[in-house]
C-alpha cells in the first residue's frame, strides 16, 4: 500500500508516519520542506506538487493547514489562503488520479464553537464564530461539492471528512500546557463548582481510526473524531495533579461568586472575565458514534483517561 500525506512534519502527521511505517506502508510525503524521516520513499514541498502522481496512492491524507490561533490574531483572509486554497489543490489532484480514498482533516469548530444540547453530532447545521472554523468549513464545502459535481469521477472513490476535537498525546502540549502549569505552580483551580464536560482525541485512538479508514471500505462522508468518554475539567485537574506526584487545589467556591468576580473582570481587564469563565466552564461533548459504527467497533483501543495520562507522563519526562 502507498500513501501520500501532506503536513506530515506536524505532531499529527509524525505520529501517522511512525504507525504506518511499522505496518510496512509505502509513505510520501507533501510538507514546506522539514526533513522527513529517513524511512519516507519521497518528500516533496508545495512548490513542486506539480511532480507528485496521485494515481500511485492508495489513499492521500490532506493533514497541511493553518492552525487555530488561540489569541485570535489571525484575519480570515489567512486561513482561507491556506486551509481552503491547499484543499482545493490536493483534492483536485486527487479527483483527477486513481487514487481509492481522500481523508481530510477538518475540525468540530468546522460545526460550532458552542454545544447545544448533550452532544454534537454530524447532523448540526453548522455555524462556525471564528475564522479557523469558518475556514474548515469552506474546505469541506468545496470538497463536498465537488463530489456532487463529479459522480463518475467518484466512482470507486471514498473521501472522509474528520472533524477531530483536540487531539493530545506524548510530545504535544497544546492547550493542556495551560492547566498543567496553573497545577504544576500549586495555583488553585477556582471552578471546582463548575462540573463542565470535554471530549478529547487520544492521538492513539486517532491512528487507530485512520487505519481503519486506510485499509477497509466505510462509507464516505463527515465524521466526528474523539475519545469515547467526555473528561471533566476537575477530573482533568486532579490527572494532573497525579502525574506531578502531587495533590491538585481545586477550591469550591460558589458558582454565583465566580461569576461576580468575571463579572468585575470585565471592567478591570482581569484574567478572569465572563468570556473566559464561559469558555472554562462550558460544556463541550462529541458524539464518535457515527465513526464506531461505520468502522463496525464498540469502542476506541485507548480509555479517554488512560490517553490523557500517556500525554500528562510526557509534559514531566519532557
Known amino acids: 500500500m502507498n500513501l501520500l500525506i501532506t503536513g506530515a512534519s506536524g505532531f499529527v502527521g509524525s505520529n501517522l508516519l511512525k504507525s504506518f511505517n511499522k ?4 509513505l510520501d510525503v507533501i510538507d514546506l520542506g522539514q526533513p522527513a524521516p529517513s524511512f519516507v520513499r519521497a518528500a516533496y514541498h508545495w512548490d513542486d506538487i506539480d511532480a507528485v502522481y496521485f494515481s500511485e496512492f492508495d489513499a492521500v491524507i490532506h493533514l497541511a493547514g493553518k492552525a487555530h490561533d488561540t489569541g ?10 491556506v486551509n481552503v486554497g491547499l484543499t482545493k489543490i490536493v483534492f483536485d489532484k486527487f479527483l483527477d488520479s486513481d487514487a481509492a480514498n481522500f481523508i481530510y482533516f477538518s475540525s468540530v469548530k468546522a460545526a460550532t464553537d458552542s454545544v447545544n444540547g448533550e452532544s454534537l453530532t454530524e ?3 453548522p455555524t462556525p464564530s471564528g475564522p479557523y ?4 468549513l469552506m474546505a469541506e464545502n468545496y ?3 465537488q463530489m456532487r459535481l463529479n459522480p463518475q469521477v467518484m466512482s470507486g472513490k471514498r473521501v ?3 472533524r477531530p476535537c483536540m487531539i493530545h498525546g506524548p510530545g504535544n502540549k497544546g492547550n493542556l500546557n495551560l492547566l498543567y502549569k496553573v497545577v504544576s505552580k500549586g495555583v488553585p483551580w477556582l471552578l471546582g ?4 464536560l470535554r471530549s478529547f482525541t487520544s492521538i492513539r485512538n486517532l491512528e487507530f481510526i485512520i487505519e481503519k479508514l486506510v485499509e477497509g471500505d466505510v462509507e464516505s462522508g463527515v465524521y466526528n473524531v474523539c475519545d469515547d468518554v467526555p473528561l471533566s475539567t476537575n477530573r482533568l485537574i486532579e490527572l494532573i495533579g497525579d502525574s506531578l506526584g502531587k495533590r491538585a487545589s481545586v477550591w469550591n467556591l460558589s458558582t454565583g461568586f465566580v461569576k461576580g468576580v468575571a463579572k468585575i473582570g470585565d471592567y478591570l481587564h482581569l484574567p478572569l472575565n465572563s468570556l473566559r469563565l464561559q469558555k472554562l466552564s462550558e460544556n463541550y461533548v462529541v458524539s464518535n458514534a457515527k465513526i464506531k459504527a461505520a468502522l463496525g467497533v464498540d469502542s476506541l483501543p485507548v480509555s479517554s483517561e488512560d490517553g490523557m495520562v500517556e500525554t500528562l507522563k510526557s509534559f514531566r519526562n519532557g
Open 23 to 26: 505496518r510496512g506502508i509505502v
Open 72 to 81: 485570535n490574531r489571525a484575519q480570515l483572509e489567512e486561513y482561507i489562503n
Open 123 to 125: 447532523d448540526v447545521t
Open 133 to 136: 472554523g469558518q475556514s474548515k
Open 143 to 145: 470538497i463536498q461539492e
Open 160 to 162: 472522509y471528512i474528520l
Open 193 to 196: 463548582q463548575f462540573e463542565n
